[in-house]
Structures are given as structure tokens and as C-alpha cells.
């Protein structure tokens, strides 16, 4: 169970390779199964909540049921979907949907910016060319797992939230598919065993894959510095 802390703006990553940056930058120490620290005039608290739904709202609902919270900002990285934008760029998007609800929300910005496009919050990797040209379809340019649950949790606790996600991959170049994807646990670590495995089966993918790597990071780490950006003023 999480630690009751009172903070007046939560950081919500899925990932810790999501956190690292903002951690970083921000100098923030551990205190229990969160980070804490200022942003500027903002005293903030970061978590960790793991991949999927499920866990980003309980992970949410957990900081935010104590009170104190005005704000939460969804941090890290994010499925591109259409051919633009391109890797590397910062999604804002105009209305997030969970994919298993229909439901839809809309993030209150941090400051001025031009949003643009629906972000597809979905449990399942959706990699078919059908599925992803229906999406395209209807205005979606990226994909993720989190985002519209930790939407629904702030709008329920009727908590400001917005959302600086960074496009680290495309749903159609075959970078990430089934196989890819079970090599990371959860919680968003990679699994060593599995890794080994997709290794030895796959050796020519080695230099795929450390590209892939340093471009998750960087997408990883300019979400951070946008957000942590958008938070000082």
C-alpha cells in the first residue's frame, strides 16, 4: 500500500525508465513506494504504477484519495499511430478514450499549446493494419495504456490532469509485436530471462533492439523535461 503523502501535484509514469528523467532532473528522494520533491514553487510526488489500466488507476486512486492533490500529469512514452507525427514528437492530445469503455476525456493543459488528436488508451497491442487504419480513421494518433484511467481517476476526484507523452515507436513497423512486447514485465522492467531467450532465438535483432532502447529513452526523456518545463512556468 502506498504511503499517505499530501502533494499538490502527482506524477503518474508507468515505467521506471518513465521516471528516471523526472527523478533526475528534479532531485527527487525516495520515500517509500513514491518520490517526492519540488517542481519549482510545486511540491510533487511520482509514482511508479506499472503497465496497463488496472494498475495506473489504482495507482493513481491511492494518491489521490487522501486529498491535497491539484493536479496529475501523465508522464513517458506513447505509441505513434499515423504516419505523422514522427518519432520524437511530444503528443498533447485533444481527447484521450479508454478503448474498453468508450468513455473519453479531456486534458486541461499545463499551458498554451495547440492539442491535436485523439490518444487510444487500450490493454492490448493492437498491431493489425485494419484495426490501426480504423483508428486512423477516426482521428487517433497514438497509442497507450494508461492514460484514460488515470483521467478517470483524477475527473473523479475532480483533480486538473494533462498528459506529456512522447511517440517512441510506430503500432505499424513491426519495431514492437507480441513477442517483443512479453519481454518486459508489468511493472515495465525487462524480463532477463525472456530477454536471454528472444536473444538467442533472434541473435541478428541485438542492434535493433539497443536502437530501440536509446529511442525509448530519449522519447522517455523529453517527455520528462516537457512536463517538468510546463510545471516551473
Known amino acids: 500500500m502506498?504511503?499517505?503523502?499530501?502533494?499538490?501535484?502527482?506524477?503518474?509514469?508507468?515505467?521506471?525508465l518513465e521516471l528516471r528523467p523526472v527523478a533526475k532532473r528534479l532531485s527527487l528522494r525516495k520515500a517509500g513506494a513514491v518520490w517526492i520533491g519540488w517542481a519549482g514553487p510545486r511540491e510533487v510526488v511520482a509514482v511508479v504504477t506499472g503497465m496497463g489500466t488496472a494498475l495506473a488507476r489504482a495507482g493513481t486512486e491511492a494518491?489521490?484519495?487522501?486529498?491535497?492533490?491539484?493536479?496529475?500529469?501523465s508522464i513517458g512514452i506513447t505509441g505513434g499511430?499515423?504516419?505523422d507525427p514522427p518519432i520524437g514528437t511530444l503528443v498533447n492530445p485533444e481527447t484521450v478514450i479508454n478503448s474498453a469503455t468508450g468513455a473519453s476525456?479531456?486534458?486541461?493543459?499545463?499551458?498554451?499549446?495547440?492539442?491535436?488528436?485523439?490518444?487510444?488508451?487500450?490493454?492490448?497491442?493492437?498491431?493489425?493494419?485494419?484495426?490501426?487504419?480504423?483508428?486512423r480513421a477516426r482521428g487517433v494518433v497514438?497509442?497507450?495504456?494508461?492514460?484514460?484511467?488515470?483521467?478517470?481517476?483524477?475527473?473523479?476526484?475532480?483533480?486538473?490532469?494533462s498528459v506529456f507523452r512522447v511517440i517512441s515507436d510506430r503500432a505499424d513497423?513491426?519495431?514492437?509485436?507480441?513477442?517483443?512486447?512479453?519481454?518486459?514485465?508489468?511493472?515495465?522492467?525487462?524480463?532477463?530471462?525472456?530477454?536471454a531467450r528472444y536473444m538467442l532465438r533472434?541473435?541478428?535483432?541485438?542492434?535493433?533492439?539497443?536502437?530501440m532502447g536509446r529511442t525509448v529513452a530519449r522519447a522517455a526523456d523529453y517527455a520528462a523535461h516537457a512536463a517538468i518545463d510546463a510545471l516551473v512556468g
Open 81 to 83: 499511430l499515423a504516419p
Open 173 to 195: 513497423d513491426g519495431s514492437v509485436n507480441p513477442e517483443v512486447f512479453a519481454l518486459s514485465n508489468q511493472d515495465g522492467t525487462p524480463n532477463p530471462r525472456r530477454v
Open 142 to 161: 497514438s497509442l497507450d495504456m494508461e492514460t484514460a484511467a488515470i483521467a478517470e481517476v483524477s475527473e473523479r476526484h475532480r483533480v486538473a490532469w
Open 105 to 135: 476525456f479531456r486534458p486541461d493543459p499545463l499551458r498554451p499549446e495547440r492539442p491535436h488528436g485523439i490518444m487510444w488508451t487500450t490493454d492490448v497491442l493492437i498491431t493489425g493494419a485494419d484495426d490501426l487504419a480504423g483508428l
Open 2 to 16: 502506498l504511503p499517505a503523502v499530501a502533494a499538490k501535484t502527482v506524477l503518474v509514469c508507468a515505467m521506471p
Open 63 to 73: 494518491l489521490l484519495r487522501e486529498g491535497g492533490v491539484d493536479r496529475v500529469v
Open 202 to 211: 533472434h541473435p541478428g535483432a541485438v542492434p535493433r533492439m539497443a536502437g
